[in-house]
T-cell receptor, first 114, second 115 residues
Framework: QQQVKQSPQSLIVQKGGISIINCAYE??????FPWYQQFPGKGPALLIA?????SEKKEGRFTISFNKSAKQFSLHIMDSQPGDSATYFC?????????????FGTGTKLQVIP | DTAVSQTPKYLVTQMGNDKSIKCEQN?????MYWYKQDSKKFLKIMFS???????INETVPNRFSPKSPDKAHLNLHINSLELGDSAVYFC??????????????FGPGTRLTVT
């Protein structure tokens, strides 16, 4: 079963608008929640991440909101730009013994139109 | 210098063949991973090695066999290729230090097409 559910599957936002991607997880053993950004033909790259003891993390235009009791988290991209057009993956991972086992969401293809 | 490199970038082969994909990282990381990304972009972990020791082995057909000759290299060998193996395969690595564990660095991917 899909342990990390992500929505929407695709998103079109006007330049300058706010892009919002939502994720939900089931396994309470997850202890780290990264977001990865993937451009066409490239590998995913870490964008921003949060630990479950924090409710919000902001880095520039990117903010993660985390609701531990609801087992939900979301990515907000403020002032979205055409260069943000990419596929975004939320993820949940378990960190143990020096390595990280990551379970990815299904991805959201974001298109920011001028 | 490329941090995580994979060869080849594209691989087209026929059903039943055996093929290998190579991965090298020059980041000094201890842990390396193989992921499969299917046509719907779903990304799923297959294997992970930590210092040449297999630590993650997801439900993957035993036609897939990873090999780690040293901690900088993790190769993926696939026997008797099937149509359903067509996907993009990503190699990734992460460090062991507290600050390094949290980020996985991905390679550029190998697009495998089985005809």
């Amino acid at each position: 079963q899909q342990q990390v559910k992500q929505s929407p599957q695709s998103l079109i936002v006007q330049k300058g608008g706010i892009s919002i991607i939502n994720c939900a997880y089931e396994n309470t053993a997850f202890d780290y929640f990264p977001w990865y950004q993937q451009f066409p033909g490239k590998g995913p790259a870490l964008l921003i991440a949060i630990r479950p003891d924090v409710s919000e993390k902001k880095e520039g235009r990117f903010t993660i909101s985390f609701n531990k009791s609801a087992k939900q988290f979301s990515l907000h991209i403020m002032d979205s730009q055409p260069g943000d057009s990419a596929t975004y993956f939320c993820a949940a991972s378990i960190i143990s013994g020096g390595y990280q086992k990551v379970t990815f969401g299904t991805g959201t293809k974001l298109q920011v139109i001028p | 210098d490329t941090a995580v490199s994979q060869t080849p970038k594209y691989l087209v082969t026929q059903m039943g063949n055996d093929k290998s994909i190579k991965c090298e990282q020059n980041l000094g990381h201890d842990t390396m991973y193989w992921y499969k990304q299917d046509s719907k972009k779903f990304l799923k972990i297959m294997f992970s090695y930590n210092n040449k020791e297999l630590i993650i082995n997801e439900t993957v057909p035993n036609r897939f066999s990873p090999k780690s000759p040293d901690k900088a290299h993790l190769n993926l060998h696939i026997n008797s290729l099937e149509l359903g193996d067509s996907a993009v395969y990503f190699c990734a690595s992460s460090g062991r230090d507290p600050g390094q564990i949290y980020e996985q660095y991905f390679g550029p991917g190998t697009r495998l097409t089985v005809t």
